[in-house]
């Protein structure tokens, strides 16, 4: 069996090249030929970029170029994650969306769509969704990853600087759910199946990343925090993912983000559980 590793074409990063490590490796272990492909080298006109190359049974996306991702889909190739997944991945509003209904997340409120040079001109939304969500509220980016666009506003005042500092960037406001600040679990899902956790805790910052700064453990899971991770990958349509749960009042679990390509090289360290393999084993059975 022969697949296609794609990455991102511009993202020169020891921490991303370890994760693609583990992934060629883990193909190894399966007798299976996996070749990495950037995202540049795909580029091509639209319709016609693949018709000349030998593709592959599959493909491994490990970007979030959904664009190119539906591209190679249309080309007939088995892609996984999914272009649809990815994309609402990559955009909180879309998880939002796909997760509303779907399984408990803090309360949100969209913020409205504005444009470049016009900004969020009208600010009366924001004391709005204070009023309705409580102080302090989170403040997140659209797009963003490893915490660093999730802002804490804890007056109004706070609030609009923050939205000052993004000009027209899409973004979304959240309850702050006081009773997980700092710590959540970081829940890996492969196949509907959940293969390790660990709990991710920072007493410096409300966001508990490891990027930040935040510590690890690992963290044996319940049946109520499997359902509702993977509850979340099939709200989503997702083959694999890192579903990040908050610790709820009264004991309720809540979804806080959905990360379609996770660096579980963290989680590796924490439990020892190689998640690449687990990956690697259901893309092989999915893609005979």
């Known amino acids: 069996m022969f697949g296609w590793l794609v990455v991102n074409g511009f993202i020169v990063s020891e921490k991303f090249n370890n994760i693609y490590d583990y992934l060629k490796k883990a ?59 990815i994309e609402a991945c990559d955009n909180k509003i879309l998880t939002a969306l796909a997760l509303n209904g779907k399984v408990k997340t803090p309360r949100t409120i969209i913020a ?33 990853s490893f915490g660093q666009q999730v802002y804490l506003a804890h007056d109004l005042q706070q609030a609009n600087e923050i939205i000052d500092s993004l000009g027209c960037k899409e973004f979304l406001m959240q309850e702050f759910v006081k009773t997980s600040i700092g710590k959540d679990i970081r829940v890996n ?18 966001r508990s990343n490891i990027s930040n700064g935040g510590s690890m453990l690992p963290y044996e899971t319940d049946p109520t925090i499997d359902a509702i991770a993977v509850s979340a990958c099939r709200a ?23 990360n379609s390509n996770p660096h579980f090289k ?3 360290d924490c439990t020892g559980v190689d998640m690449s393999l687990a990956i690697m084993e259901y893309v092989k059975q999915k893609s005979q």
């Open 266 to 268: 963290s989680s590796f």
């Open 189 to 206: 899902v492969v196949g509907d199946k959940v293969i390790s956790a660990m709990l991710r805790y920072n007493e410096h910052d409300f």
């Open 27 to 85: 193909a190894q272990k399966l007798n299976v030929r996996l070749a990495l492909k950037t995202t540049c080298e795909l580029t091509g006109t639209v319709g016609e970029r693949f018709k000349d190359l030998n593709l592959p049974d599959f493909v491994l996306f490990w970007d979030k170029d959904a664009y190119l991702a539906k591209s190679l889909e249309e080309s007939g190739v088995k892609v996984y994650n999914n272009a649809e997944a």
């Open 236 to 258: 989503l349509s997702l083959d694999f993912a890192g579903v990040d749960v908050l610790f709820g009042d009264n004991g309720e679990y809540e979804i806080c983000e959905v």
């Open 112 to 144: 409205p769509k504005t444009f470049e040079g016009i900004n969020y001109s009208d600010r009366s939304f924001v004391q709005s969704a204070m009023q309705t969500l409580g102080s302090p509220m989170i403040i997140k980016e659209a797009c963003g």
